[in-house]
């Protein structure tokens, strides 16, 4: 326990200062410090890192598999490197994406958010901050969680691998970008929803299950609008397609989602009794 | 100063906050009071802009608190619900909270100092510290940006009688720094002591807004209870003290409560009377009676007869 200092409280700083900052800077710094002084964020990196090392390895082990069986027709023949991370993606997203996810849910849930918005009371400005914040730290995470996926790939792969030095950055840049844009589309959905399990499960729904339902009957009209939905756009835009849409436009289409999400989120923000 | 024009906040069909003008200003101790669901805690999440009133305005300092740029600076504040997470140490959550305001790192420690919150303490995770430490985290919140205007929601919540009376004197101080303090609780002893005005809601609205010492004056005066084994004797006494202009109502079946004669003329006269006494008690005008006076028909949640009987 600790005691009360014994002289009388004296509120005077030393010296007073002017604010430092400016109000926006401010609130990324202060995003940028809860962040990185919870246990959580650590855990999420650990078990990003695990997820990319177990389903590259077992991407590079189906790889190798399909090319020494005896149906030549599936033989993938030689891969590059970058096709493993961009493919290892479908599951490690889901972890990557708890970063967003996180900076809201959990200020809800521990009521941390009161004193976030005492600080910054502009709605916009938050969740601008902790949208630039969760970009940047998924982004760079997405590139650490590349080399992790090419280091562990490559060796897996063997004489049926190449990692070409342009193509393998370029592939994981794309991957950073694609885990930069996810996590920001659950930061603004976590925003709108509030509750962790919920915004999990309408991510679920719109990276996956849905669009996974459009596609299945093979229906061409189907097919079309799941083309639309964030996570279809964003393997568009991995796999370097030019159909339907260039790859660029599966970026494109990629960051509207996250764009629209996070002015969902705001719209709710400003509405809501914290 | 917080400046409140017919502030109004409505959940569905409830009126929590009903058309509340009052003006808090500064150098001087605003103690908050009324009974549960009265409206105070909502009443001070509109003025730090956490809710959105219906209608009306609440502004610090003559703006809301949503336009303020840099809001520690100029409004410091204790919630009755400080949130911290789990595992964020108490340290970190403070330097967030400097770091979004500007405010440079060293005064984290001053703030801390100033609770006495020592470094161990600082370092610990949000869910080991004890209902007393996290009140201590949320007032060096308040004070980490050394603002004009501070709101303390239940400030003495969970702590000891030697943290009770730290507050008590920090908030003195506070106002005598010509801060603007409101101050809410529900103990009326410790408003008493704090307190240089009050502030009376009851249903969200306002009851009563005056120096604290006019409030006692207002409500029920002081009195003198007697007791004693003699009905006819006690009668005699309360014919004499009725004879002196004394107001004189029979106290359970054995008393009478006694105002506008002093203790010692009651005990003078009894013994000129030779009536035997067993208790002779002089009742000082209190916060607590004016009080429950003036909210008897504004309490969300009457109290059955257990609880009149406790008044």
Redesign the interface.
């Known amino acids: 326990m600790t005691t009360l200092p014994t002289v009388p409280p004296t509120t005077r700083p030393v010296s007073r200062t002017a604010p430092t900052t400016g109000p926006f800077a401010g609130a990324v710094a202060a995003e940028w410090t809860k962040l990185w002084s919870v246990r959580s964020t650590w855990w999420t990196l650990l078990a990003a890192a695990l997820t990319m090392a177990a389903t590259a390895a077992q991407l590079a082990i189906y790889a190798v598999n399909a090319n020494t069986d005896d149906d030549p027709t599936v033989n993938p023949g030689i891969l590059p490197v970058g096709d493993i991370v961009t493919g290892s993606l479908e599951l490690t997203q889901y972890v990557v994406l708890a970063l967003g996810l996180f900076a809201v849910t959990s200020e809800y849930a521990t009521g941390t958010i009161r004193t976030t918005l005492r600080c910054t009371p502009s709605r916009g400005r938050v969740l601008l901050a902790k949208a630039v914040v969760v970009g940047v730290v998924t982004f760079l995470v997405g590139l650490l969680l590349g080399g992790v996926g090419a280091a562990v790939a490559r060796p897996v792969l063997g004489e049926w691998g190449r990692a070409p030095l342009g193509g393998t950055l370029g592939d994981v840049a794309a991957s950073a970008a694609y885990l930069a844009l996810v996590g920001v589309l659950a930061l603004g959905l976590a925003a709108a929803l509030r509750g962790a399990v919920l915004t999990l499960t309408v991510l679920f729904a719109l990276l996956m299950i849905v669009p996974l339902s459009l596609q299945e009957p093979g229906i061409t009209v189907l097919t079309r609008i799941a083309d639309g939905f964030p996570g279809v756009a964003g393997s568009h835009f991995l796999t370097g397609d030019t159909e339907p849409y260039p790859a660029a436009a599966g970026l494109l289409l990629l960051a509207s989602w996250a764009v629209a999400a996070l002015l969902l989120g705001r719209y709710a923000l400003g509405r809501r009794d914290a | 100063m917080i400046t409140l024009r017919a502030l109004t906040k409505r959940f569905g069909t409830a009126t929590v906050v009903d058309g509340l003008t009052v003006d808090i200003g500064p150098g001087q101790v605003t103690g908050f009071l009324g009974p549960n669901g009265a409206g105070k805690s909502t009443t001070m ?1 509109m003025v ?5 009133p219906t209608a009306g305005s609440a502004l610090v300092n003559g703006r809301p ?9 100029e ?1 410091g ?1 204790l ?1 009755d ?9 108490g340290r ?2 403070l ?3 400097a ?6 790192a ?2 984290v420690a ?1 703030v801390l ?2 609770v ?3 470094g ?2 600082a370092d610990k995770p ?1 869910r080991a510290l004890s209902l007393g ?1 996290g009140q ?1 985290l949320g007032i060096a ?1 308040a ?1 980490l940006g ?1 603002p004009p205007v501070l709101l303390l929601d239940e400030p003495v919540n969970g702590l000891d009688p ?2 009770v009376r ?1 507050i008590r ?2 908030t003195r ?2 106002a005598d ?1 010509g801060r603007t303090v409101l101050l809410s609780s529900h103990l009326m002893s410790e408003m008493q002591q704090t307190a240089d005005r009050v502030i009376v809601l009851g249903k969200g609205r306002l009851v009563a807004d005056a120096p604290l010492a006019e409030l006692i004056a207002a409500g029920p005066a002081a009195s003198v209870r007697v007791r004693g084994p003699e009905p006819a004797g006690l009668a005699a006494l309360g014919a004499r003290l009725t004879a002196e202009r004394a107001t004189v109502t029979a106290y359970d079946t054995d008393g009478l409560t006694v105002t506008g004669a002093s203790a010692g003329r009651v005990g003078d006269l009894a013994y000129e009377l030779g009536v035997r006494l067993h208790e002779l008690t002089p009742v000082a005008a209190s916060l607590e009676e004016a009080f429950l006076e003036l909210t008897a028909d504004s309490v969300e949640y009457a109290a059955g007869p257990a609880g009149n009987e406790a008044r």
Do not use: K, Q
Not at chain 2, 65 to 73: C, N, T, V
Not at chain 2, 81 to 89: D, E, F, N, V, Y
């Open positions: 999440r730090l802009g956490l809710d959105r608190y949503r336009e303020l740029r840099h809001p520690l600076h409004v504040a919630l619900a400080t949130g911290i997470h789990p595992t964020r140490s970190s959550h330097r967030a909270m770091r979004s305001n500007g405010i440079p060293g005064r001053e100092d100033l006495g919150l020592d161990r303490a949000g430490m201590r919140g004070l050394d030697d943290g730290w004197r920090l101080t506070l720094e």
